[in-house]
C-alpha cells in the first residue's frame, strides 16, 4: 500500500471475484489457454488488478487456511456468476443467496465500494441514457451527475481504449469508511447497484443503520468478508497446490 495506494481495493476486488466463481480456489488468477479464454477475460472483471501483489496485512481477519488450488477458469462462468452493475436488490439478493451470503451480507460488503476506482463505462449510461423516461438516472442528485460528466465526457468508447476511471467515494478514496452509506443516502452512490440498496425498501434501514454505527459495520464487515472467503474451499486431496499462480500444473 505505501507503493500502490490501490492495492487493498484491488485485492478485495479479486478475492470476491474468485469467490463467486467456483468457489475461493484462486481460479480468478489463471491465465488463458489456447483452448479457453479465463475468468479474468470477462467483462464482469473489468479493472481487475492485483495479480502481482504479494501477502499483506490490512485490516486484520483471520484467514482459513488449508485451501487448495482450482483448476478450472472460465470466462462465461465469470458472466454467469458475477453481479452486474445494473442489478437491482432482487437480483442482487437471489446472486448473493446463490452463494450463501444474506442481504445484510450484502449491504455490509457492498460498502466496501467506499475504497477504488471505477471506469465510466460502469455507471455512464446513468449520465446520459438511462431509460426512455430518463436521460439521467433520478436516482442520482444532479451535482453528483454534473461533477461526473464533467470526468466521463459522452460517448465513453470502451473498444476505443478511452475510458476514464473515477474514485468511488471522491473524498477519501483510499480509506475504508462507512463513507459509502452516507453517500447513498445522499443520493451519490456511483453504480446503479449501489445506489438500489437506499432506494429499495428491503435495503434501506440497514443502510442507515450503518451511517449511525459504523464500528458495528466494521466489525460485519470483517465477518462477512471471512464468511464469503468459506464459499466452496477446496480441502484434501481436491485441486491442487499450483506451482505458478498463472498456470495449472503439468
Ligand atoms: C453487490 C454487487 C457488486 C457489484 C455489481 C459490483 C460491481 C463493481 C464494479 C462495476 C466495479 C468497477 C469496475 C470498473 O469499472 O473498473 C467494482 C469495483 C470494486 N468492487 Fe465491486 N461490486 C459488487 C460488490 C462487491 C463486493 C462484495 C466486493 C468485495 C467484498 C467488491 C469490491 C470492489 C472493489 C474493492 C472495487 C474497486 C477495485 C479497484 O479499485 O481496483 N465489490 N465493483
Not at 459522452?154 to 480509506?175: E, M, Q, W
Request: hydrophobic share 35%; charged share 20%; aromatic share 10%.
Amino acid at each position: 500500500m505505501a507503493n500502490d495506494t490501490g492495492i487493498p481495493a484491488a485485492l478485495t476486488r479479486l478475492h470476491f471475484h474468485d469467490c463467486f466463481v467456483r468457489g475461493c480456489d484462486a481460479s480468478i488468477l489463471l491465465d488463458s489457454t489456447p483452448k479457453h479464454k479465463a475468468e479474468k477475460e470477462s467483462m464482469r472483471n473489468k479493472g481487475i488488478g492485483g495479480f502481482e501483489c504479494s501477502p499483506y496485512r490490512w485490516h486484520y481477519y483471520d484467514v482459513l487456511g488449508g485451501r487448495r488450488d482450482g483448476t478450472i477458469s472460465l470466462i462465461g462462468d465469470a458472466t454467469k456468476n458475477l453481479p452486474d452493475a445494473f442489478f437491482n436488490v432482487t437480483q442482487l439478493k437471489e446472486n448473493f443467496a446463490k452463494k450463501g451470503l444474506s442481504l445484510e451480507e450484502l449491504v455490509t460488503l457492498s460498502g466496501v465500494h467506499s475504497i477504488g476506482d471505477c471506469h465510466c463505462s460502469s455507471f455512464s449510461k446513468r449520465l446520459y441514457s438511462f431509460n426512455a423516461t430518463y436521460p439521467q438516472d433520478p436516482s442520482m442528485v444532479s451535482t453528483y451527475a454534473s461533477y461526473l460528466r464533467a470526468k466521463c465526457p459522452r460517448p465513453v468508447k470502451t473498444n476505443s481504449g478511452v475510458d476514464p476511471i473515477v474514485p468511488f467515494d471522491p473524498l477519501t478514496p483510499t480509506r475504508l469508511d462507512n463513507n459509502y452509506y452516507k453517500n447513498l443516502k445522499s443520493k451519490k452512490g456511483l453504480l446503479f447497484s449501489d445506489q438500489v440498496l437506499w432506494e429499495s425498501s428491503l435495503t434501506k434501514k440497514m443502510v442507515g443503520s450503518n451511517i449511525k454505527h459504523p464500528s458495528a459495520w466494521a466489525s460485519k464487515f470483517a465477518s462477512a468478508m471471512v464468511h464469503m472467503g468459506s464459499i466452496k474451499v477446496l480441502t484434501g486431496s481436491q485441486g491442487e497446490i499450483r506451482k505458478n499462480c498463472r498456470v495449472v500444473n503439468y
